[in-house]
């Protein structure tokens, strides 16, 4: 079973940075694709970037391109996701999840941390 926990939410005033972490556990990982999500209040959630855990592969929203990146320390089994000149937009909860890289929906998901940007 895929435990993931994420830290590093907060709050930052618009062009400010935050890196999310993603510390996960409970097997091996190279199989696996990981994702950062986000939900905002009243709205979905969406993908803002993904990594494979092989080879880190990335992609990317169209929203955060240019100042989010993902990477991961294979030594740590941990995820993280840079976060730099940050909008208010991006204010949501940030979930780190997990999939095979055979499945087609992510299964396993940390429970969330906050990130508020002030303007």
């Given amino acids: 079973q ?6 590093g939410g907060g709050l930052v005033q618009a062009g400010g ?3 999310l972490s993603c510390a996960a556990s409970g097997r ?8 950062w999500f ?3 209040p009243g709205k979905e959630r969406d993908l803002v970037a993904t990594i494979r855990w092989s080879g880190g592969r ?3 929203a169209e929203s955060v391109k240019g100042r989010f990146t993902i990477a991961r320390d ?22 780190c999840a997990a999939r095979s890289t055979v499945a087609d929906e992510y299964n396993s998901w940390g429970q ?8």
């Avoid at 091996?28 to 994702?35: I, Q």
């Avoid at 840079?82 to 937009?89: E, S, T």
């Fill in 28 to 35: 091996t990982f190279s199989t696996y694709v990981m994702g």
């Fill in 112 to 119: 969330g941390t906050q990130v508020t940007v002030s303007s």
């Fill in 74 to 95: 294979n030594a740590k089994n941990t995820v993280y996701l840079q976060m730099n000149n940050l909008k208010p937009d991006d204010t949501a909860v940030y979930y």
């Fill in 2 to 7: 895929v435990q993931l926990v994420e830290s």
């Fill in 38 to 40: 986000r939900q905002a």
């Fill in 17 to 19: 940075s935050l890196r």
């Fill in 58 to 60: 990335t992609t990317y």
